[in-house]
């Protein structure tokens, strides 16, 4: 167990919809990822928020935003879902602002499936 | 654009031979590279750093090593286990890109008993 606590696990949704994925770091990380992991893309880096503020950003759609609350817990917004979204988000984190090496922790991801 | 690229045929090893994985980085020099153990459907799990001033790390059974000419990073696992069986991932990082880690497409590795 990383200690980084993802919800929901598992999500159908529709084309069209929108979605909300929830992370909590683990306790005293103050960087929060996002990456997106599908099939023919492999793991891509969406976005970075150090202690409440966007501190690195990925090629993250613009139908998608994140944030970073001052509990320190993320949120994804997934918007106007296409099929294409349809992957494994993993949200991780980290100690500090990151590029220092240290180690980065992965939750088990929430699975979203766009149908 | 920043590149890192992994074998992306799986690799199929006797157990307690030593399996090496290949990590190629083009068009840029990352600060660190790091690799990463993933199960199925599981989130990545932190194994092994290297920086760009070190030629080698180990840990264990593990062993990585960092060549800024060839661009290159070779990551072993000596005396494999069928345990070992996962995809290992290869990432790379610089220093002014916060906590951004490029990922390579990682390699199967399939220890048999």
């Known amino acids: 167990d990383s200690g980084v606590t993802q919800t929901p696990k598992h999500l159908i949704t529709a084309t069209g919809q929108r979605v909300t994925l929830r992370c909590s770091p683990r306790?005293?990380?103050?960087?929060v990822y996002w990456y997106q992991q599908s099939l023919d893309q492999g793991l891509q880096f969406l976005i970075q928020?150090?202690?409440?503020?966007?501190?690195a950003k990925g090629n993250i759609l613009e139908r998608f935003s994140a944030q970073q609350f001052p509990d320190l817990h993320s949120e994804l917004n997934l918007s106007s879902l296409e099929l294409g979204d349809s992957a494994l988000y993993f949200c991780?984190?980290?100690?500090?602002?990151?590029?220092?090496?240290?180690?980065?922790?992965f939750g088990e991801g929430s699975w979203l499936t766009v149908v | 654009s920043q590149k890192i690229e992994q074998n992306s045929e799986a690799l199929n090893i006797q157990e307690g031979k030593t399996a090496t994985l290949t990590c190629n980085y083009t068009?840029?020099?990352?600060?660190?590279l790091q690799w990463y153990r993933q199960d199925p459907g599981r989130g990545p799990v932190f194994l092994l750093l290297i920086r760009e001033n070190e030629k080698e790390k180990r840990k264990e059974r593990l062993k990585v090593t960092f060549d800024t000419t060839l661009k290159q990073s070779l990551f072993h696992i000596t005396a494999s286990q069928p345990a070992d069986s996962a995809t290992y991932l290869c990432?790379?990082?610089?220093?002014?890109?916060?906590?951004?880690?490029?990922f390579g497409q990682g390699t199967e590795l399939s220890v048999k008993p």
């Open positions: 306790s005293g990380d103050l960087s």
């Open positions: 991780a984190s980290s100690v500090d602002s990151g590029g220092t090496g240290n180690t980065i922790y």
């Open positions: 068009n840029y020099s990352p600060a660190y």
């Open positions: 990432a790379s990082a610089t220093y002014n890109q916060g906590g951004k880690l490029i």
């Open positions: 928020y150090y202690n409440g503020e966007e501190r």
